[in-house]
C-alpha cells in the first residue's frame, strides 16, 4: 500500500503549514486516501521556526508522528541544518536555492530547485511560494494529482487569486519535473 | 443529504459532534489547547439559531451553561488546564443539582499554567475527583476523530440520560491534529433529547422525584413550573434539607444512578487482544502509539494487543480485569504518572504484572517509548 511520509521546515509566514494542510486534505477529500496532519505549537509565529509533518497512506494510520520522512523539505538554513539529518537513507531532500546552501553529504536524494526566485521573477507575489512547493514536490513524487491539490485551494483562496495559485503550482510542477535527478526515487513505505 | 468527508482537527470534530448531537448553548473562555471549539462555534452556532457567549472567565462560563440547561437547552463548554480546575466548583453544582451538561478538556501539561501548548493526560483523576464531596461523574475520550465525533455525541446523550455533567478528556494532539471525518447523515447516531415532566402547568411538578425507571422529567426553568434548585442536599421539591435520611438517600441516588450503570455507560475498542500475551491499555492519543506499535508486532506473530478505553469513569473494572486475565503482562500506556495504571492494578487479578509505559515532557509517547518498556519486562534489557 502506498504510504508517504513527509516533513516540511521552514520559518513562520512561508505557508509551510498551508502547504501542509492542502497536501493532506487534497489526498483524503479528492483521493480516498488517509492523512494526518500534526505541527509543532508553541510561540512559533512570523519569523520562528515551523515544522509540520504529515503522513498519506492507503492504511489506517496511527503514530502520528514521523521521525524518517521520507520527503523532507526544508526552507531555510536553520531549517536545513537542524533537519537533513532525519532523513530516511534513500529520501528526498528538497530545498530552495535562494535559502539554503548545502552543506553536508546526507543518504539522500538533494535536490536544490530556484522556486523562490521563480515565483518573484514570473509572478511577483511571494504569498504563493508555498503553492509553488507544493507543485515541485508532485513534480518530483507524484503523491496526489495536481488536481486534486487545486480543488482544495479553491475552496480556501477568493476566486479572484486561484488563477495565480494555478500558476505557482504549474512553475512548481516544471521545475520539479525537469530536475536533474541524482538517483532513482525511493521505494514506497 | 449524504455524508460529508472532512479533513479536520480533532477540536473541530468535536464541535462537529456537539452540533449534531443539538448543541443550542456554548458558553466558554478560550484556552490552548481547546480554543478553536469556542472559535470554532462563535461562527456556527448562531448560524443555526444557538447562542454564543465568549463570558469574562471560566467560572462564569461553567455556571451560564448549567443556567441554561436548566433552561432546557443542551449545553457545552471547552476549556483546558486551569481553566478545568476553575470549573470544578461549579461542576459540582451541577452533580449535585443532577443538571445535564458536557464539559470539553483539551489536556495540556499541568499543574498550573504548566506547558500550555504541549500535551499531557495528566487530568485523568481531576476529571473523577475534581470537585469536592463524594460523586459520580462521566468521563469519555478518544483516539481518533471519528472517535472524537461520537463519543461527543455520546456526552451529550449521557448528560441527558443521567441527568449529569460529562466531561470529554481529549488532549493537545488529538485537538490539534488533522486526519479525515466522515461527518454522519441525521439519524444515524441516535440522539438523546431532554426528557420533560408531563406534568401540566399550575399542577404540582416535584423535580426530584424519581419515576420508576429512577429518571427525573425536567420542566424548563421560567416555564411552566416554579421550583427550587440548590448546590445544597435537597428534598423532592428542590428545597434544602439536612434530614438525615434525606442527605444520606440523595448521595445513593447520585452515586448509584451512575456507578450500577458502568456497564451501559463503558465504551472501548479492542485491537488484537485475542489470544493476547502482552495487553496494553491506553487511551487518548497515546492509544494511537499503542495501536501502532500492536499492529506491527502482530503482523511479526508476536501476541500483543491493546485495550482502547473510551470511557475512563465510571472505571470499567469489570471489563479491565476480564481482559487483563492470563496476560504475561499488562501496560498501561498514558502521559502522566500512572493515573489509569493505579486503577487498572487496583482492580485486576495480578496487579504485580502491571506496568507503566508513560512520557511527561510535553511530547507524544511514541512506539518506540512503549517497545523500551516491554523489553525490560519481558528481561530483555534496554
Given amino acids: 500500500m502506498k504510504h508517504t511520509s513527509l516533513v516540511l521546515t521552514g520559518s513562520g509566514g512561508q505557508g509551510v503549514i498551508t502547504a501542509a494542510i492542502i497536501l493532506a486534505e487534497a489526498a483524503v477529500i479528492h483521493e480516498g486516501m488517509n492523512a494526518t496532519q500534526t505541527q509543532s505549537y508553541g510561540a512559533a509565529a512570523r519569523g ?19 521521525s524518517q520522512p521520507n520527503i523532507l523539505v526544508c526552507l531555510t538554513q536553520e531549517a536545513y541544518t537542524e533537519f537533513s539529518s532525519i532523513i530516511r537513507p534513500g529520501g528526498i531532500l528538497l530545498t530552495d536555492s535562494r535559502f539554503v546552501t548545502l552543506a553536508k553529504k546526507v543518504d539522500a536524494n538533494q535536490i536544490q530547485l ?9 509572478i ?13 514536490l508532485l513534480g518530483i513524487n507524484a503523491i496526489v494529482r495536481p488536481e486534486s491539490v487545486m480543488e482544495v485551494i479553491k475552496t480556501r483562496v477568493p476566486a479572484d487569486f486561484v488563477a495565480m495559485n494555478n500558476r505557482a503550482l504549474d512553475i512548481g510542477l516544471v521545475l520539479g519535473a525537469n530536475r536533474e535527478t541524482g538517483r532513482s526515487l525511493p521505494a514506497d513505505g | 443529504m449524504t455524508e460529508r468527508i472532512e479533513f479536520v482537527q480533532g477540536n473541530e470534530a468535536c464541535v462537529e459532534g456537539a452540533l449534531y448531537a443539538g448543541l443550542e448553548f456554548f458558553a466558554g473562555y478560550p484556552i490552548t489547547p481547546s480554543t478553536e471549539v469556542a472559535e470554532l462555534l462563535s461562527e ?6 444557538g447562542r454564543f457567549i465568549q463570558m469574562e472567565d471560566e467560572i462564569a462560563s461553567m455556571c451560564a ?18 481553566g478545568f480546575s476553575l470549573k470544578q466548583e461549579a461542576i459540582g453544582y451541577a452533580c449535585m443539582a443532577e443538571i445535564p451538561c458536557v464539559i470539553v478538556n483539551v489536556q495540556r501539561g499541568g499543574p498550573s499554567t504548566g506547558n ?27 483516539s481518533n476523530h471519528q472517535d472524537v465525533f461520537a463519543m461527543t455525541v455520546d456526552a451529550f446523550n449521557l448528560a441527558e440520560t443521567y441527568r449529569t455533567p460529562v466531561i470529554l478528556l481529549f488532549d493537545e494532539v488529538i485537538g490539534h491534529m488533522r486526519e479525515k471525518l466522515v461527518v454522519p447523515e441525521k439519524g444515524e447516531i441516535a440522539i438523546v433529547d431532554r426528557l420533560r415532566t408531563s406534568v401540566g402547568k399550575d399542577v404540582d411538578y416535584h423535580p426530584y422525584l424519581p419515576r420508576e425507571d429512577g429518571r427525573l422529567p425536567m420542566s424548563d426553568f421560567g416555564g411552566d413550573h416554579r421550583y427550587n434548585v440548590t448546590g445544597l442536599f435537597h428534598d423532592m421539591w428542590g428545597f434544602p434539607s439536612n434530614d438525615p435520611r434525606v442527605v444520606r438517600d440523595l448521595l445513593h441516588h447520585l452515586v448509584d444512578k451512575i456507578e450500577t450503570n458502568v456497564g451501559a455507560i463503558s465504551r ?3 485491537h488484537h487482544l485475542e489470544g493476547a500475551d502482552y495487553v496494553m491499555i491506553s487511551y487518548g492519543s497515546s492509544a494511537r502509539s499503542a495501536i501502532h506499535m500492536a499492529e506491527h508486532r502482530r503482523e511479526r506473530g508476536e501476541r500483543i494487543g491493546v485495550l482502547e478505553l473510551q470511557s475512563l469513569w465510571p472505571f470499567p473494572e469489570e471489563l479491565v480485569r476480564g481482559k487483563c486475565r492470563g496476560a504475561k503482562g499488562v501496560i498501561v500506556v498514558e502521559m502522566n504518572m500512572g493515573q489509569v ?14 506496568f507503566l509505559a508513560n512520557r511527561i515532557d510535553g511530547k507524544l509517547i511514541t512506539p518506540a517509548d512503549i517497545k523500551a518498556v516491554l523489553r525490560v519486562i519481558q528481561g530483555k534489557g534496554v
Fill in chain 1, 114 to 122: 530556484p522556486l523562490y526566485d521563480t515565483v518573484m521573477e514570473k
Fill in chain 1, 48 to 66: 520562528g521556526s515551523t515544522r509540520a509533518d504529515i503522513i498519506i497512506s492507503g492504511s489506517p494510520i496511527f503514530f502520528p508522528g514521523v
Fill in chain 2, 341 to 354: 495504571m493505579r486503577q487498572v492494578r487496583a482492580c485486576v487479578d495480578a496487579p504485580e504484572k502491571v
Fill in chain 1, 124 to 136: 511577483g507575489k511571494p504569498i504563493v511560494f508555498n503553492i509553488c512547493l507544493l507543485g515541485a
Fill in chain 2, 44 to 49: 456556527r452556532l448562531p448560524q443555526r439559531g
Fill in chain 2, 268 to 270: 472501548y475498542r479492542e
Fill in chain 2, 65 to 82: 451553561i448549567i443556567g441554561a440547561s436548566l433552561t432546557g437547552r443542551k449545553v457545552m463548554t471547552a476549556t483546558s488546564g486551569p
Fill in chain 2, 116 to 142: 500550555p501548548t504541549h500535551v499531557s493526560q495528566g487530568d485523568v483523576n481531576q476529571a473523577r475527583w475534581g470537585t469536592h464531596g463524594d460523586h459520580a461523574v462521566i468521563a469519555l475520550t478518544a
